[in-house]
């Protein structure tokens, strides 16, 4: 079972990056996914989350409008599109599937 997340980088504030995260040796069809977030100093926090079949979304107050979780089953992908990006959205970005987690990928928002 593995998560692999991407897209990380640096951007400027008001930039967008693209994350993803790609599950190999299972399925995630059925699977609620999620977004988490940790920042240095900070606890992990919850990001997005999306229904198996993508029809249900829930964000982070500090999030929304500007953060869209999306999923692709055919390509056992979940994506993070992040707009708007601002300082304070440095962090380690990490996958979840059921007890699963990705190893994160880094965004820093720098100018």
């Known amino acids: 079972v593995q998560l692999v997340e991407s897209g990380g980088g640096l951007v400027q504030p008001g930039g967008s990056l693209r994350l993803s995260c790609v599950a190999s040796?299972?399925?995630?069809?059925?699977?609620?996914m999620s977004w988490f977030r940790q920042a240095p100093g900070k606890e992990r926090e919850l990001v997005a989350t999306i229904s198996g079949a993508g029809g249900s979304t829930n964000y982070a107050d500090s999030v929304k409008g500007r953060f869209t979780i999306s999923r692709d089953n055919a390509k056992n992908t979940v994506y993070l599109q992040m707009n708007s990006l601002k300082p304070e959205d440095t962090a380690v970005y990490y996958c979840?599937?059921?007890?699963?987690w990705g190893q994160g990928t880094q965004v820093t928002v720098s100018s």
């Open positions: 040796k299972f399925t995630i069809n059925w699977l609620i």
């Open positions: 979840k599937a059921a007890n699963y």
